[in-house]
């Protein structure tokens, strides 16, 4: 039997629609996007349908879409992009103590390249207050860049609200939201955001591929150079096969974003439901409602994290957010949110997918409670 899979903000497998999608474009359409024949311009027909498919998930137009290979690209792009296209407006960035890697350690460089980045605290629930951002802009300040959702313990940001103060002060708007498609609607119209970031691994499309929309009118400095891809926005041959791939994704996540959500959100609250009756000492992490439909963040008191995930093999699970978990450390998310360290060190995400049965979900809890059991004794 295979594990059940629980970690599905770690990564997701590629559905079976987007692989058929993919591939023709794997052992047939071969041809350069960028040739004048006919086998180019039959995969540049596909990336400009894939293009439509991300657009039409995001309410933009296909042009302010550019395909990148993945979230940590486009969270690259758009900082440095921004950053470097505007120091002579300004050297100050806003974001939260909370963000993905890929953003923090953007900021950390651009520090070194005499860019001033102040890192936003969040309250209990992981979330940033308005009046934080609005009290940390100055005349200096290019640019905000806050996630739409958090990877770990699932707090949605009030994106719109801090988009609205971000246009109210001419300031450029960015947002990481790799972990909130296909979960919660993410129309950049109503979020009011000038560049987001997505990745195609946490949409069930294959890792290696992302996309970054840019608003009509922002410019950014280029981060690869060479031909004139992607409009002259993104140098490289493009990527049509996973392309292909992420543009089906977005289609799929766009018809069935709120079946999904249902489905993710009853997966969850059976979980904890059911660990909650054996172990009613848990402490949930992040906000009770404002949550991400299928994360589940909980702490189990004076126990270390990893070994009760090595006690329940048949369960894919983290021990804090899988891109940097590689040890028992309370990571920076925790410490942001101050989860005391008893109940921080115990911490495991589990998170909900397309494909987790309510008869998964109740072996799952059978295989986390034995596991605490043991653990105990």
Avoid: W
Avoid at 282 to 289: A, E, I
Wanted: charged share 20%; aromatic share 6%; glycine share 6%.
């Amino acid at each position: 039997m295979k594990p059940i899979y629980l970690d599905y903000n770690a990564t997701t497998p590629v559905s079976k629609e987007v692989a058929d999608s993919m591939r023709p474009f794997l052992e047939e359409y071969f041809g350069n996007p960028s040739s004048s024949h006919t086998y180019g311009q039959y995969t540049k027909l596909a990336i400009e349908k894939a293009r439509n498919q991300v657009a039409s998930l995001l309410n933009c137009k296909p042009s302010e879409i550019v395909f990148t290979s993945g979230g940590t690209e486009s969270n690259n792009y758009a900082l440095k992009g921004i950053a470097f296209a505007n120091k002579a407006n300004g050297n100050h960035i806003i974001t939260s103590s909370i963000e993905h890697p890929a953003v923090i350690e953007v900021c950390k460089y651009l520090e070194k390249q005499g860019f001033e980045i102040t890192y936003l605290a969040v309250d209990s629930e992981g979330v940033v207050n308005i009046s934080d951002v609005e009290a940390a802009i100055k005349p200096t300040t290019i640019l905000i860049s806050v996630m739409h959702a958090n990877n770990e313990v699932g707090s949605i940001q009030p994106i719109s609200e801090i988009g609205r103060l971000a246009k109210k002060h001419g300031i450029i708007m960015h947002t990481d939201a790799a972990q909130s498609l296909g979960k919660i609607k993410a129309d950049v119209q109503k979020l009011n955001v000038d560049l987001l970031s997505m990745a195609g691994h946490k949409l069930y499309a294959p890792k290696g591929i992302g996309a970054l929309y840019i608003r009509e009118g922002v410019v950014l400095e280029k981060l690869i150079h060479g031909a004139d891809h992607e409009r002259n926005l993104r140098a490289g041959t493009e990527n049509v096969l996973e392309i292909v791939g992420l543009g089906k994704a977005c289609d799929m996540a766009n018809n069935q974003l709120d079946n999904n959500a249902k489905h993710y959100q009853e997966m969850r609250d059976y979980l904890y439901q059911l660990l909650l009756k054996s172990i009613p000492q848990l402490l949930l992490n992040g906000p009770t409602n404002n949550r991400l439909p299928n994360t589940l963040n909980i702490s189990f008191p004076n126990m270390e994290a990893n070994a009760l995930i090595a006690l329940m093999p048949g369960i894919a699970a983290s021990a804090g957010a899988a891109c940097h978990s590689s040890g028992i450390s309370v990571s920076q998310v925790l410490k942001a949110l101050q989860i005391p360290t008893d109940f921080a060190m115990g911490t495991i995400r589990f998170s909900t997918g397309r494909y987790n049965t309510k008869e998964e979900i109740e072996i799952a809890a059978a295989m986390i409670v034995k596991a605490v059991k043991e653990l105990r004794n």
